[in-house]
């Protein structure tokens, strides 16, 4: 069907047409912790961003989305140029890495079809990098340009762009998900190492429920930016008493209640210790869920929820009472924000024979509360980014 769209759109024969996605995901505990040298716990939706495209012979990329009427087009004779696209300019960061990274980039047009909502805190962006990072090398080292790489080290120059280009610090928890994922798998990610561990996350009688605030993290980026600094500034007066540490990640529980009182400022104390915190709490977390424990798995994943409530401040109204309606709901174990916060999805662990009564009850309450129409999804664990074969299309 997309590639139909394409050949609407850019005229052609289906010869030559390339097919290649990746996905966005769900954090399924582990927040605010990547930047800082700990644990993740998230997994590869089915949602994702999907690409068809073909090679052009000019210098030019003509980047369009099923979603979208404009079209943007990228010179890549001047790819530094292309920050204020507002469609397009994860995918020009992207490029202008991959060609710093060593790869060739070509003239293309390309047709997007993201079904990953944009500003659900599910991880569009990353699946926009992504899927252009794979594309990018592909062509390149189809045409003997570039060394061979690794799916993680193209998640990693996915993050890059987005620091660099984009302007958010972002950690490497949501490229590597995109990248890495595996269908029913989540991913238990050391951030500093890179080491992770596929863990199974098919919950017997439960299914995880996306829940969309709806509210669009709009100053996502500064805030994000500045809680980043508050870590780095926590961390560089613990290291003072403590050290041999090189992140808040390395720092235990019992090493920062015996150390905290070095960290003077009140506020980059509250952030430490909820990065430190969470840490341990994913590793429980993980443990819970290899035991079949849900019960312990879903208070831990409270217990997050209200850590970034209170001590990382990235929750705001919206997200609190999508989760407070959800704790209310029977049969729900556990609920939280995923993802960066401000705005965004929640994730709840719902029995199976509640679901449509969490998204009939949930969403007329939230509505009710907050005047915005929530959407939900039951989230399927899905594979990370590759390439389509053509057939399958
Ligand atoms: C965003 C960032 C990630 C991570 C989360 C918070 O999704 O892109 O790197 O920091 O926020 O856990």
Do not use: W
Request: proline letters at 2%; hydrophobic letters at 40%; charged letters at 25%.
């Amino acid at each position: 069907m997309l590639k139909e769209k394409f050949l609407e759109i850019f005229g052609g024969e289906e010869e030559g047409l390339r097919v290649f996605r990746a996905p966005g995901r769900v954090n399924l505990i582990g927040e605010h912790t990547d930047y800082n040298g700990g644990y993740v716990f998230p997994a590869a939706l089915t949602k994702a961003s999907t690409v068809v495209l073909r090679k052009r012979l000019d210098c030019f990329v003509h980047i369009r989305a099923t979603d979208l009427a404009e079209e943007a087009v990228i010179d890549l004779s001047r790819i530094e140029n292309f920050k204020d696209l507002p469609y397009g300019n994860y995918q020009a960061g992207v490029m202008d890495e991959m060609h710093k990274a060593g790869y060739a980039l070509f003239g293309m047009d390309m047709l997007f079809e993201d079904t990953v909502p944009h500003g659900s805190g599910l991880s569009s962006s990353a699946a926009i990098e992504v899927v252009t990072a794979l594309a990018v090398y592909t062509l390149s080292r189809e045409a003997g340009i570039g060394k061979e790489a690794s799916m993680a080290d193209l998640a990693k120059i996915a993050q890059r762009a987005e620091n660099q280009y984009i302007g958010v610090n972002c950690g490497i928890m949501d490229q590597f998900a995109s990248a890495m994922g595996k269908k029913d798998m989540a991913l238990l990610l050391n951030c500093k190492t890179l080491e992770y561990e596929l863990v199974p996350a098919v919950m017997e009688g439960y299914c995880l429920v996306l829940s969309n605030t709806k509210k669009k993290h709009t100053l996502g980026a500064s805030k994000y930016n500045e809680r980043r600094q508050e870590c780095d500034n926590a961390f560089a007066a613990l290291s003072e008493v403590l050290p041999g540490k090189t992140c808040l990640g390395d720092i235990s529980p019992e090493e920062f209640e015996a150390n905290k009182q070095a960290i003077t400022n009140e506020t980059e104390q509250k952030r430490a210790a909820h990065v430190i915190y969470e840490d341990a709490r994913v590793l429980a977390a993980v443990e819970a869920l290899k035991k079949n424990d849900l019960v312990t798995f879903g208070q831990l994943l409270n217990a997050s929820h209200d850590s970034l409530r209170d001590l990382y401040e990235v929750t705001g109204e919206e997200l609190d009472t999508m989760v407070e309606e959800a704790r209310k709901i029977e049969g729900v174990l556990g609920s939280r924000m995923t993802g960066a916060g401000f705005g965004g999805s929640t994730v709840s662990v719902v029995r199976t024979d509640m679901v449509d009564r969490f998204q009939k009850t949930v969403g007329e309450n939230y509505t009710k509360r907050t005047g915005l129409v929530p959407e939900f999804y039951i989230s399927e664990i899905g594979n990370g980014a590759e390439a389509v074969p053509f057939q399958a299309q």
